[in-house]
């Protein structure tokens, strides 16, 4: 790969079968939904949770972290322990003027350090200690995912009622339980759009090599941290990226004219649970980038060997098109 980052475009692409991608909270922990077209969503957080869980495993460090119970590690614990580690293996503390942190080589090692502040960026508001004023500043990411919707009207499978039992603590008799609901979707095939701004990467200092990790954990994240209860059942299946020249021309969402076509005339869409069951017509995304050639540096593209595509041969006589392997 080139090591000068550009302007992007990402369109990523995986399937749910029985599983929950992206619980609501609010709503007894049903799969997000458009209530209009029946579309399944999911949030960016989500997709870059997973992206996280999986660099931590690769021996990545990331600023946002979550424990066991979902819950994220706060912002002044974390910069706290962040800058122990710095002064461990700088054998210096940082320097305090007037009263706030502003030694910037602490700041290029927090960067250099962590993964996901230079690609998805962060904001820093974080207490200060013996009165100082801390840090606080932000850094906008160059890498942005939109929020992922299925391609196609989703239904969910009838909820039951899920329990779970205890023993009852020492000295006591008896056991105790709680009682919650098992919502998932039969199956959903979801797209995220996402954009690569070089301006911001300078800011941040992403590099080449970070987009090389982004799309590694594309690739392999759902396989590594999808791995609970819920979650089980998320396949990859498809990722393109297009690197454009110059600045980034009028070309818009990649989602946009993507069409599923049912591989069987007489299975309609909500009759729909695998990927045997339909055909991915990349024919119209083709097209579009057909009349932006002149404007493409590079595509990257990567496709499951179960996913059947229309237009995959014409993808492939686009200018500078790398056909990766998972």
């Known amino acids: 790969m080139t090591n000068e980052i550009r302007n992007a475009e990402i369109l990523f692409i995986y399937d749910a079968k029985l599983t929950n991608p992206n619980g609501d909270p609010d709503d007894e922990n049903r799969p997000r939904m458009d209530p209009f077209t029946r579309r399944a969503l999911v949030s960016d957080v989500r997709l870059k949770r997973y992206l996280r869980d999986y660099w931590i495993d690769r021996g990545y460090d990331v600023w946002v972290r979550t424990r066991e119970d979902g819950s994220h590690v706060d912002a002044t614990v974390r910069e706290q322990d962040l800058r122990k580690i710095y002064e461990q293996e700088t054998g210096q503390q940082q320097r305090q003027k007037g009263g706030t942190r502003s030694d910037e080589e602490y700041r290029q090692w927090f960067l250099s350090r962590l993964v996901d502040v230079r690609l998805f960026g962060a904001t820093l508001t974080i207490k200060g200690s013996k009165g100082a004023r801390g840090l606080s500043e932000q850094y906008t990411g160059p890498v942005q995912f939109n929020w992922g919707y299925s391609l196609h009207p989703v239904e969910l499978n009838p909820s039951n009622s899920i329990t779970s039992t205890f023993a009852g603590r020492s000295g006591e008799k008896g056991e105790y339980g709680t009682i919650g609901k098992d919502w998932r979707l039969l199956y959903a095939l979801i797209a995220f759009w996402g954009h690569v701004a070089k301006q911001r990467a300078r800011l941040t200092g992403m590099t080449a090599s ?53 591989a069987h005339e007489d299975l309609p869409v909500e009759r729909w649970r695998s990927i045997e069951e339909f055909v991915l017509d990349l024919q119209p995304l083709v097209e579009r980038l057909a009349r932006y050639r002149e404007q493409i540096a590079a595509i990257r593209y990567w496709r499951h060997d179960e996913l059947n595509l229309r237009g995959e041969d014409a993808l492939l006589e686009l200018p500078n098109v790398t056909r990766i392997a998972g």
């Open 210 to 262: 970070d987009l090389d990790v982004l799309e590694d954990g594309l690739l392999h994240a759902l396989a590594s941290e999808a791995t609970t209860r819920s979650k089980i059942g998320q396949t990859p299946r498809l990722y393109l990226r297009v690197d454009w020249k110059d600045r980034t021309p009028s070309f818009g969402d990649p989602r946009d004219g993507l069409r599923l076509l049912p």
